[in-house]
């Protein structure tokens, strides 16, 4: 299947001129607590790097990080010299936001290679300013022949597996960084907020895992201080820093970017928390969450304050960000003849099948935080995703999923495939209603794979409530495998600009492709 010409990744001098220096400067056997040390004195610094978040066609959202307070200034540019650069004044950096900001992009040109580089300088000398930091990304295409190649994983620095010196750190990053995809989904569970980092854990071949430890790693996270130290934690990772820098991001969240399986409303049982509330928890996070990632519609300037959202992608194709976090109801049995909460809430389900029903592209990506047909438990009792282990008509949460499955079939929806992570293996189902007990719907495929940087788990059964026949599986046999013991995985997608086939590949680190499979466009049941 051809690609369109891309610039190589090696060759990306101002990716590497940027990424590079802020490493010089902030190298893993160096890193302390909270932030890295600073040479240039009076002169702020960004040395976390650069993110750029919900690429479309004409816009794009830049991230970056001060030392101290700073104004923001964004440079952008057709080619690496910045000859003619355009300009765009950013917020003012401070504590309130963690000495983090966003610069929103519009008027791009769509289908092009798009260099930028970031100045912070002083609040009160913006002449005084410290070392750029470069960036490049892609902007969607507005041809359909030029086709969209993206990949999707989530789940980093889950079960105590953190950024090991040992190996070199986040080394997934790095591979997935010379695919030079268009951009990268992540399914949730950018951190583990309720997950310790110990400086060394023993391994049960006798081999010791070496973590990079900080003081907001040292306990589940509680206060804002110690959520926005758990969103920095990852970028302590050099090569998280140089793919940031070169690979857009459309961020979703789950549940660790709180803590573990959690629900609107949830008091806590667990000692380890002085704060039982849930939603006092869930408020500090979200704020950090904000602060810590290039999310458009939780841009100061979006109007909304929400996760859920589509993100357009060109001709080919549209994403579909959903929330099955903040609006859930609780985790129960979920044996429920009636649940109009379910695990989006009205209103999140009512706005999708509008945005699918508006949709114009020939593929319609819902990115899920968990799956459908996987049984995730929660306890002995209670279930955390939408499955609950009964494979009869839809009850509880599965109400919800059957209306939404059943509005896509009478629509006529074509083109929706389903991405996820969450279970810490991979795995491709295809959902029909001949083997379903539920039966009005179109068949479609669910596509797993994960962990990035977090342990491996065995595999979920399966609920035939929605006719899940699983093709494809890799999971170990025993609980948290380490990055050292099996390689972490990422799943691939690729839109053929000319046939407009979607081919999903799911991958090992290392470039192994695990599993295959080529959708036609149009079509139903594949």
């Known amino acids: 299947m051809p690609y369109r010409p891309r610039i190589p990744s090696p060759d990306r001098r101002t990716v590497l001129r940027g990424s590079l220096a802020a490493s010089a400067a902030f190298t893993l056997p160096a890193v302390g607590a909270a932030a890295p040390a600073f040479a240039r004195s009076g002169r702020p610094d960004a040395a976390w790097g650069v ?12 991230w970056v990080r001060s030392d101290r307070p700073a104004r ?10 910045f000859r003619r650069p355009r300009r765009w004044h950013g917020p003012l950096l401070g504590p309130g936001t963690d000495f983090t900001g966003t610069t929103p992009l519009y008027g791009l040109p769509p289908g092009e290679q798009v260099h930028y580089r970031v100045t912070l300088a002083a609040p009160d000398d913006p002449r005084r300013t410290g070392e750029p930091v470069y960036g490049t990304f892609r902007t969607a295409p507005a041809r359909r022949r030029d086709g969209v190649r993206f990949l999707w994983s989530g789940d980093i620095a889950g079960q105590g597996w953190g950024i ?34 110990e400086p060394r854990v023993p391994l049960p071949d006798g081999r010791v895992w070496h973590n990079i430890t900080t003081d907001e790693k040292a306990k589940v996270a509680e206060t804002l201080a110690e959520y926005r130290g758990n969103f920095r934690y990852n970028l302590l990772d050099e090569n998280l820093r140089a793919f940031n820098a070169q690979v857009p991001s459309i961020i979703q969240w789950d549940d660790h970017e709180v803590r573990n399986n959690w629900y609107p409303g949830q008091i806590l049982d667990d000692d380890r928390y002085t704060e039982k509330n849930v939603d006092v928890l869930a408020a500090r996070s979200t704020r950090a969450f904000r602060e810590y990632f290039p999310v458009s519609t939780l841009h100061q300037q979006s109007g909304t304050d929400r996760v859920h959202r589509v993100v357009r992608h060109g001709p080919l194709l549209d994403v579909f960000v959903l929330d099955m976090r903040s609006f859930r109801n609780a985790n129960s049995p979920g044996r429920q003849p009636d649940d109009t909460t379910g695990i989006l809430g009205s209103a999140q389900l009512a706005w999708l099948e ?3 029903s508006r ?6 990506v819902i990115a899920a935080d968990m799956p459908l047909g996987l049984v995730v438990a929660d306890g002995t009792t209670d279930y955390e995703a939408v499955a609950q ?12 999923i059957a209306e939404l499955l059943r509005y896509i079939k009478h629509h006529r929806i074509t083109g929706t495939v389903w991405l ?8 491709a189902q295809h959902y029909a209603p001949e083997r379903a007990a539920f039966k009005d719907f179109a068949p479609f495929w669910e596509f797993v794979t994960g962990p990035l940087a977090a342990g491996q788990f065995p595999s979920n059964p399966l609920d035939s409530t929605f006719g899940p026949d699983q093709v494809f599986v890799q999971a170990p046999d025993r609980a948290n495998l380490s990055p050292m013991e099996t390689p972490p995985l990422f799943g691939e997608v690729d839109i053929d600009g000319n046939s407009g086939e979607l081919t999903v590949r799911l991958r090992a680190q290392g470039g192994a492709v695990l599993f295959s499979k080529v959708l036609q466009p149009g079509r139903v049941g594949q």
């Open 359 to 364: 949709s114009r592209a020939v593929w319609k």
């Open 420 to 427: 996820t992570a969450d279970v810490h293996y991979t795995s």
């Open 72 to 81: 923001m200034v964004v440079e952008t540019s057709a080619t690496e010299s």
């Open 389 to 400: 282990g009964d494979p009869g008509a839809p009850l509880g949460r599965e109400l919800q």
């Open 354 to 356: 509008r945005e699918l």
């Open 51 to 62: 993110q750029v978040g919900d690429v479309t066609a004409s816009s794009a959202l830049v």
């Open 164 to 197: 090991n010196p040992d190996i070199g750190g986040y080394r997934v990053y790095d591979e997935m960084r010379r695919l030079d995809p268009d951009f990268f989904l992540c399914s949730g569970d950018n951190i583990y907020a309720d997950g310790v980092i």
